[in-house]
């Protein structure tokens, strides 16, 4: 190798080992990570030099898959490494400048908010404070592991008590977040970003009724004598066992219900109920006041359960307003008619945005630049 390629490849080396050591200090099993990180990047100084082509891209995705063992945030970060020295060896008059805010700007990862339950006496507790496998108060249980609080059915039977002398608990959940809840009756409600949801810590003697804001997927216990009925702003949908996703923030022109199994009968003020079967969708617009029923792949509806985005011909700009609840990002387009390129495929909801991002890239017309929390979205040149 040319002692110029010599030079800039410890130039590199030290500035791998700064990022190293404050990133993830000095223990032994990190030693050995930076051992293997400044072979890596050996190897790939020595490829540049022998091909003299750099293509990022590429050559940030055979680093991805060879390090898939490692967390995700791990291999992010070492990949500013890899970039950074790919860099400094290509382009010998180019300066690192501040490495805390390339760190930054290159692992994007979801915010941290703070899951709150509100008390029908008006206390508030944050739940990630909350120590797992407690009662919070006697009949309630968090568990940190499975982001999950439970109410106990054996100390909260369903009594025979007046729909309005019922208390009524509220859980938030904020971006960046999901979490999930067992009512009384045994019902598990799944709450993604930004969504909460009002529920009695007791069910009435005629139903079964909550009221949520955002989105909720909803696994409903069975119960022949008392429905369960689900409020939003928009419209309510009645059930007595079943499996059903709504969606419902306050931001989105469209709301909808859909049905995974089970049947439902969503109703409207000034609107006749409708029923759905199992694989269909209600869908209400805010714009005219339109309701629509279609067959629909309830796995695209579904799949934030489980931490996915599994998308089907969804436009850009649809992707970063889920994004959005998820990483709290500003996005801006450069180019308008970026926000109508279309993708089909799957895509994580709590990895590193970065890495979607290059994905999505790789395989499109369309590029990001990335300015801390800001993603400017334009076409390639």
């Not at 308008?336 to 945005?353: Q, S």
Request: net charge negative; glycine share 6%; no cysteine.
């Amino acid at each position: 190798m040319e002692k110029k390629f010599k030079t800039k490849l410890e130039e590199a080396e030290q500035k791998a080992d700064y990022l190293l050591d404050s990133l993830f200090g000095k223990n032994a099993e990190d030693v050995g990570k930076e051992d293997d990180d400044k072979q890596l990047l050996k190897d790939y100084a020595y490829h540049i030099e022998q091909s003299k082509e750099l293509n990022i891209d590429k050559e940030w995705l055979k680093f991805s898959y060879r390090r898939h063992s490692r967390s995700m945030l791990y291999a992010a970060s070492v990949a500013v490494i890899l970039i950074l020295a790919i860099l400094i060896i290509s382009n010998p008059g180019n300066e690192f400048r501040d490495q805390n805010l390339l760190t930054e700007q290159e692992v994007i990862m979801p915010v941290d908010g703070v899951v709150t339950l509100k008390f029908a006496g008006g206390k508030v507790v944050s739940l990630d404070s909350v120590m797992t496998d407690i009662e919070l108060v006697p009949g309630i249980e968090v568990n940190q592991i499975e982001q999950e609080i439970k109410y106990n059915k054996q100390n909260n039977q369903i009594e025979d008590i007046p729909y309005e002398m019922e208390e009524y608990n509220e859980l938030y959940i904020p971006k960046g977040k999901s979490y999930s809840l067992i009512l009384s009756d045994g019902t598990k409600v799944w709450l993604n970003a930004e969504s909460s949801i009002r529920y009695p810590v007791q069910f009435g003697s005629n139903e079964r009724r909550v009221v949520i804001d955002g989105e909720a997927f909803f696994d409903v216990a069975h119960d022949t004598g008392k429905p369960f009925v689900v409020q939003t702003n928009d419209y309510n949908v009645k059930v007595l066992g079943t499996k059903f996703n709504v969606n419902a923030y306050k931001d989105e022109k469209v709301t909808a219900t859909t049905l995974v199994s089970g049947l439902v009968s969503v109703s409207k003020e000034g609107a006749n109920d409708l029923l759905v079967n199992p694989g269909e969708q209600i869908s209400f617009n805010r714009s005219d006041g339109s309701i629509g029923k279609k067959e629909v792949d309830v796995e695209l509806f579904t799949s934030w359960v489980d931490n996915k985005l599994k998308l089907e011909s969804m436009r850009v700009e649809e992707i970063f307003r889920i994004l959005g609840r998820r990483y709290d990002i500003d996005v801006f387009f450069s180019d308008e008619g970026a926000k109508d390129v279309e993708f089909t495929g799957k895509i994580p909801l709590n990895d590193n945005l970065n890495v979607i991002l290059d994905q999505i890239s790789i395989i499109s017309n369309i590029e990001f630049q990335i300015e801390k929390r800001l993603i400017v979205v334009r076409y390639k040149d």
